[in-house]
């Protein structure tokens, strides 16, 4: 009706307009609609000042509170769109179906305890929790803020209630294998709070910290292990930690624990927890090495849920700009961003670089300029990590350089910038690095420098920013589009070691 409407005026309008005059109607008019499109294509990308002004700058609470319930809202209608896909032996079967409730899972209040602040199950956890109440092993292909901790958490919970119907004691049952310390925190965080509503006890191991009080925990009864490959593996072999009666297990981000060399570890730990036993693994790719890990740990035939893609793509809420420089023109160009895109000193922003050393460097020389910077890398000792991060997460210290140790996995609110100071090591690196702005719906910027040091990479680097429908800048190009052909699964391992 709509369509033969138009083709009336359309029509209407060639016979008022004179001869001749009627082409350059329609085409003036063809113009303004080309051109208004482009006017709301560039208002979708470019990043208004008042979005990277902090929120409290903007006025009222209720305003505030209303912008977040609107962004957190988005987030999730795009987090809905994703695409899903399930692969696996059996399931279709009715009692797989996705949930699109919590209710609809029957499971006791004091287990959903931790979704109360939800609407609604989150696209993995909908389709999770009904393989993995039902004892079924699964992959899930699902990024870090698509909600998995949970979509592992409660049934975790489900399953460590169930086994203390037999015995009440605490011992651990669930294990989750983490690659970070940030990120094993991040889980610990998230499953002690779940589990505190319904009896369940968590502890958190990792590296860099005095095993005293992991060991003290350990002594008093925990039902859920959570911890990083190599602090895990010190206290199984002190015989302070027994894995026998775990028959949950999670790897999370398994693909980067693979990728930082700790498959050994990995399947240390493994063979000693319990032989009957139900495997997760979450991952936010699905390269050879990590399918290989799955087909030896797991069943023959596992449940596999992609959200969205097995490839890697950047988040396309994500702006971003590449410049290629001089490697020693990046500290003052480094000030330039900074005054440009942390003026405020409130927004949070989040540098990168490769090396310990240069975290540090860089670390100093901001603060010798008078910016207010924390760092976090592999050289700081844990405590001083952990104070760092919390600090940038809190906003007392919006200012943050990096390894690529906050890379993956964490779940930092409004990060608005981030700043690729030194380019990484690998395009998968620079998609998780950028990855941290642009969350929950929101904008984000994400600003690399690039040097001819890097020139390797160009060519995927081209690739990822025409996926994402980026300005390719022509000195980019320069280095040509060549893309090296990878080495499947084969995990550019030990290079990661600089975080
Ligand atoms: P992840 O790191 O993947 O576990 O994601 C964690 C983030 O997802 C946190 O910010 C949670 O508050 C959020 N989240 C978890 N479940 C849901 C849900 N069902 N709906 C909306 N947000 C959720």
Redo the contacts with the bound molecule.
């Keep these: 009706m709509e369509k033969r409407e138009k083709k009336h005026k359309k029509k209407n309008r060639s016979e008022e307009a004179p001869n001749g005059e009627v082409a350059e109607v329609i085409k003036m008019e063809k113009k303004e609609k080309k051109e208004k499109k482009k006017k709301q294509k560039e208002k979708k990308r470019s990043i208004e000042v008042s979005e990277l002004e902090p929120l409290s700058a903007n006025g009222s609470e209720e305003k505030k509170k209303r912008k977040i319930e609107e962004t957190?809202e988005k987030g999730?209608e795009e987090e809905d769109s994703k695409t899903v896909s399930v692969s696996g032996e059996n399931t279709t079967d009715k009692k797989y179906a996705p949930l699109t409730s919590f209710e609809q899972s029957n499971l006791p209040e004091n287990v959903l305890q931790c979704?109360q602040?939800?609407?609604?199950?989150?696209p993995i956890?909908s389709h999770a929790w009904p393989f993995l109440l039902n004892d079924r092993d699964f992959i899930g292909i699902?990024?870090?803020?698509?909600?998995?901790?949970?979509?592992f958490g409660v049934p975790a919970l489900v399953h460590i209630l169930n086994k203390k119907k037999q015995s009440k004691k605490a011992i651990p049952r669930c294990l989750v294998l983490s690659p970070t310390r940030e990120l094993a925190q991040?889980i610990s965080d998230?499953l002690s709070e779940a589990g505190s509503a319904c009896g369940v006890k968590t502890v958190c191991l990792y590296g860099g910290t005095s095993k005293g009080p992991q060991i003290s925990a350990l002594k008093s009864g925990v039902d859920v292990v959570i911890g990083t490959p190599g602090r895990m593996k010190d206290l199984i072999e002190m015989g302070v930690c027994s894995l026998k009666e775990v028959s949950f297990v999670v790897l999370d981000e398994a693909d980067r624990m693979l990728d930082l060399g700790f498959e050994p570890e990995v399947r240390a730990i493994l063979s000693q927890t319990c032989s009957v036993r139900q495997m997760v693994m979450f991952s936010a790719t699905w390269p050879l090495a990590v399918h290989q890990l799955a087909q030896e740990f797991m069943d023959p035939n596992p449940v596999k849920v992609v959200i969205g893609s097995e490839d890697l793509s950047a988040n396309h809420d994500v702006m971003q700009i590449v410049e290629v420089l001089d490697d020693r023109s990046r500290d003052d160009r480094l000030f330039a961003l900074l005054e440009k895109y942390h003026q405020s000193k409130r927004n949070r922003v989040l540098v990168f670089v490769l090396y310990k050393k240069e975290a540090a460097r860089v670390e100093s020389m901001l603060q010798r300029k008078g910016w207010k910077a924390v760092s976090v890398h592999g050289d700081k000792a844990q405590h001083d990590r952990t104070k760092a991060l919390s600090l940038f997460k809190e906003g007392t210290c919006p200012l943050m350089i990096a390894t690529d140790v906050a890379a993956r996995?964490l779940?930092i609110?409004d990060v608005e910038v981030v700043i690729n100071y030194s380019f990484p090591l690998t395009t998968e690196d620079y998609v998780h690095r950028i990855g941290r702005t642009g969350r929950?719906g929101k904008k984000g910027v994400a600003h690399t420098f690039f040097t001819q040091a890097n020139k390797a990479l160009a060519g995927e680097l081209v690739n990822v920013l025409r996926e994402a429908g980026q300005v390719v800048p022509a000195s980019l190009m320069k280095f040509g589009t060549h893309v090296k052909k990878k080495v499947c699964g084969g995990l550019n391992a030990k290079l990661y070691k600089c975080g």
């Design positions: 957190k999730e979704c602040s939800f609407k609604k199950p989150s956890q699902a990024a870090t803020g698509s909600g998995k901790t949970i979509a991040q998230v996995g779940d609110p929950a």
